[in-house]
């Protein structure tokens, strides 16, 4: 579920009508729904009511700070994958000791940092890893938490740059592997085992690949629970989303249809997945992102041109790939649609941004009501991996962020100043 919604032929988030927000903010403007974020997080938290469960928000989809005030204030944790991360969580208002840190590449000063903030768990992916933080906790005099993060070698079938769960992926440690490197770890005197952890991969659109991880790794918990008294075992995120439907007509919207869609639910997610689970007896950690954050997010943009070459039909908009590099870098999907509802004509479109690379397409040839200059348009499900993967590229800034809540706007980033993106840069000495 989401809350974006046509009222009276206008696209509003939630009571707040886009069209207005970008006249008070300007464009490109990134909008996120407060009331979708919460509710996708307690969809998800009831669905999972039967287990001993914390839900850490995967901030690498949406590090935002009032996106992430939200979801600390319904109780959730973090999955972080840098120091960086770490201290956006303390600046967001979060709680640390709700943390869990993964990563392959763990730095010292990252590894210190989170050792002194308390953080719930390391999720170790090497043991040189485990080995690297076992030596800086005996010289802070702390113990430090840790999960292994087990490479169960399941196919998750998802895009070949987001999955991770098999041998080919430099993910985690490999299944057949894993008893021999608890022992080891168990003896090391500043380690305490305190979990396993896995993730197969990002944007999972059934829940066998989930079931067959989570049947695989079962066994292995249990006997871990047995030797070393872990506490839980963290089934990472994963849980994919609806991008695509179809505008083909005009009539169908996003919201219409995906009800209709055999989406992988949070529901049916939890009835394959709670049955497995519940009988090991652990605490159980998940870190889904895109599934919280995804659907609560869309990227408004203006049509500066409209240009016809040969067949086509360019819309060129004020945002680019820098904005939203998804569809450039994956292929993706995102749907995009007219903040104001029009009778026009679908036409084969080519949204395209102002980079000079042609990669820089929101979409090809997509049949969608024929926009002209000066219109708004809006790309939804851009709430995770958008902003986070934004970069200033071509010297164009930051977009601006706006929470909405009910018939409350607040800019929760503010657009980054021209100058800001050369602070910090400085000629050489010699170039007088
Ligand atoms: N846990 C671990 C260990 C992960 O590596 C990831 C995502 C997650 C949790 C959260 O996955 P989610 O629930 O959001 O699927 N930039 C890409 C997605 C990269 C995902 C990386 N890892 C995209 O735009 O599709």
């Known amino acids: 579920m989401h809350h974006f919604r046509y009222v009276r032929g206008r696209l509003y988030c939630e009571g707040v009508s886009v069209e207005s927000l970008t006249k008070q903010h300007g464009s490109p403007l990134y909008i996120y729904s407060a009331k979708t974020l919460t ?9 999972l009511s039967p287990l001993n469960h914390l839900i850490c928000f995967a901030m690498k989809s949406n590090s935002n700070l009032g996106v992430m005030r939200t979801l600390a204030d319904l109780g959730g944790g973090f999955d972080t994958v840098s120091g960086g991360e770490i201290q956006r969580v303390i600046a967001a208002g979060g709680n640390p000791r709700k943390c869990v840190f993964a990563g392959v590449g763990k730095t010292e000063d990252e590894i210190v940092f989170a050792l002194r903030k308390g953080i719930y768990c390391f999720n170790v992916e090497s043991e040189p890893e485990l080995e690297r933080i076992n030596r800086i906790a005996g010289k802070l005099k702390k113990i430090a938490p840790v999960a292994i993060r087990v490479n169960p070698n399941v196919d998750a079938k998802t895009h070949k ?12 440690i490999a299944f057949e592997k894993i008893a021999g490197v608890y022992a080891r770890a168990a003896k090391l005197k500043h380690i305490r085992l305190r979990g396993l952890q896995m993730h197969i991969g990002s944007q999972l659109t059934q829940v066998k690949p989930f079931a067959d991880a ?3 790794v079962a066994p292995l918990a249990a006997k871990l629970k047995t030797k070393h008294n872990i506490e839980f075992l963290s089934i990472g995120g994963g849980i994919g989303i609806i991008y695509e439907d179809a505008l083909a007509s005009g009539q169908a919207t996003w919201w219409e249809r995906k009800e209709n869609r055999d989406l992988l639910t949070p529901e049916k997610y939890a009835e394959t997945l709670v049955p497995l689970l519940q009988p090991l007896g652990l605490k159980v950690l998940l870190e889904p992102g895109r599934f919280i954050s995804g659907n609560a997010g869309i990227l408004v943009s203006r049509v500066e041109y409209v240009k016809r070459t040969g067949k086509k039909y360019f819309a060129i908009v004020d945002a680019a790939m820098n904005d939203l590099i998804r569809p450039a870098f994956y292929e993706s999907f995102h749907e995009i649609v007219p903040v104001k509802q029009t009778k026009n004509r679908p036409i084969a479109t080519d949204v395209v941004g102002g980079i000079c690379e042609t990669g820089d397409t929101f979409c090809k040839d997509r049949p969608i009501p024929r926009v002209e200059e000066g219109d708004l348009v809006a790309m939804l499900s851009a709430g995770a991996y958008g902003f986070v993967m934004a970069g200033t590229y071509n010297t164009r800034p930051m977009p601006t962020e706006v929470l909405v809540n009910g018939k409350k706007s607040a800019v929760v980033r503010k657009r980054q100043k021209v100058k800001d993106i050369w602070a910090g840069e400085a000629t050489a000495p010699w170039q007088k």
């Not at 509710?39 to 669905?47: G, I």
């Not at 740059?161 to 985690?172: E, L, M, R, S």
């Open 39 to 47: 509710d996708n997080f307690n969809r998800l938290h009831t669905a």
């Open 161 to 172: 740059k987001i999955t991770t769960g098999t041998y080919d992926n430099k993910f985690g």
């Open 214 to 216: 989570v049947r695989k």
